[in-house]
């Protein structure tokens, strides 16, 4: 066998193998949340649980990812056209949509300190630690969506990503659109479990 069938076989390997392991890295990180979201619920019969409302940032962070996901959406549908220039504009939305998401998150942190809400300290409440901790913990996830997004920006940027060869886009878009389901379950979750 030659060293190019070798590599041959090793890139289609690769492409077999890449998408499950992205769905086993991302069911893990459904259970990691499902335990988190368990031991909320668990924690509300405490007799220290206090309930408050959402900050608004919360809610303008909700409607940023969303919409990210919908640029993002479209931006593979036309690199599935081959409009490349369309779909680098629409990923570079997606993009900024997210760091907006940050933004907004951060925002709704010093909404809930401003209420006297902290994560930790004397002035701390069991529910104020779960949502601000399990909301770092999603932002984290996202931090690392977003590194995604500049690697396959990078990437569609050098003309590597056509109709033909949509792998590394596909496997980010996978990933950028389970952080944004992952928050909206987050935001519903803690929207009406008080």
Request: hydrophobic share 55%; charged share 15%; proline share 2%.
């Amino acid at each position: 066998m030659s060293e190019q069938n070798i590599q041959e076989e090793l890139k289609v390997a690769k492409r077999k193998s890449a998408k499950p392991m992205l769905w086993i890295a991302m069911i893990s990180m459904v259970m990691f949340f499902a335990g988190l979201t368990s031991a909320y619920v668990v924690s509300m019969n405490r007799e220290d649980w206090i309930t408050f409302d959402l900050p608004q940032a919360f809610y303008v962070s909700t409607v940023l990812i969303v919409l990210s996901s919908v640029a993002l959406f479209f931006s593979q549908k036309l690199l599935k056209k081959d409009n490349l220039q369309g779909s680098f504009i629409l990923l570079l939305l997606t993009l900024v949509l997210g760091l907006g998401f940050v933004l907004y998150q951060y925002i709704g942190f010093n909404e809930l300190k401003d209420a006297g809400l902290y994560f930790t300290g004397p002035e701390s409440t069991v529910s104020t630690s779960f949502i601000i901790g399990i909301t770092f913990m999603h932002v984290l996830h996202l931090l690392a969506g977003v590194i995604v997004l500049l690697v396959v920006i990078y990437n569609h940027f050098k003309k590597k990503y056509s109709s033909a060869d949509m792998l590394g886009f596909e496997l980010g878009a996978i990933f950028w659109h389970f952080v944004d389901v992952l928050w909206i379950y987050l935001f519903f979750f803690f929207y009406f479990i008080r």
